[in-house]
């Protein structure tokens, strides 16, 4: 699976492709990983959960050199579980269905390339609904963003997520929330939140991250 991805960027332009593995904390310390991603024009985070990523790269030299080269504009993107750690609020994860409840979302600290959005990267809609909403329920000033499967969402630096693939991508904007119950809900039971806009986005769409509007 590696070796086929690394083919296909090499079709789409990539003039090499170079691989690190990250084992131990001290991976994310070497003079040689960090030397791929001073010298990279594209870095993808790939992982198979979101937490085993971020306690490897949790305030590690490569993750401040994650953020300072793409504050002076390198792209940096995460596969499956490697999208949620982009975030300031990482979805680390929580239970299936449409309702949130209390105690069945778990958010962690990401690598913060952007504090506007929470990420959900895998599942069906229908099973990362309540993730997304019980996290912006904690977290209501982040937009809420679930990635399926075989699509992307990029992030220019004007701000505007451009969507591509076979799938969809979910956008929950609690901008204008109403009442929720998040402070006085059962330590197990359901979140009551309001007045949600929520928009599901497809090839070609793109939206305004900075205004929070379709385009």
Excluded: W
Excluded at 122 to 136: E, I, V
Excluded at 155 to 184: C, K, L, R, Y
């Amino acid at each position: 699976m590696p070796e086929e991805f690394d083919g296909q960027l090499i079709a789409h332009g990539a003039g090499q492709v170079r691989r690190t593995a990250l084992i131990s904390r001290g991976d994310a310390e070497q003079r040689a990983a960090l030397a791929l991603v001073e010298s990279c024009d594209l870095a993808l985070l790939c992982a198979d959960q979101p937490l085993r990523l971020s306690t490897l790269l949790g305030g590690t030299a490569m993750a401040r050199l994650l953020r300072k080269r793409n504050a002076e504009g390198v792209a940096i993107g995460g596969l499956g579980a490697g999208a949620a750690i982009l975030a300031e609020h990482m979805l680390v994860g929580g239970a299936q269905g449409p309702t949130p409840r209390m105690g069945s979302v778990t958010l962690a600290p990401g690598l913060g390339l952007s504090n506007r959005l929470v990420i959900d990267q895998g599942g069906a809609s229908a099973d990362r609904l309540g993730r997304l909403l019980g996290a912006l329920a904690l977290n209501p000033f982040a937009l809420g963003i679930g990635i399926d499967p075989d699509t992307a969402a990029f992030i220019g630096a004007d701000n505007v997520m451009d969507v591509v693939g076979q799938g969809g991508i979910t956008v929950i904007d609690p901008t204008d929330v109403g009442h929720s119950n998040v402070a006085d809900a059962d330590p197990s039971g359901p979140i009551s939140i309001t007045n949600l806009r929520m928009h599901v986005l497809v090839h070609g769409a793109r939206y305004d991250l900075d205004f929070r509007r379709p385009l």
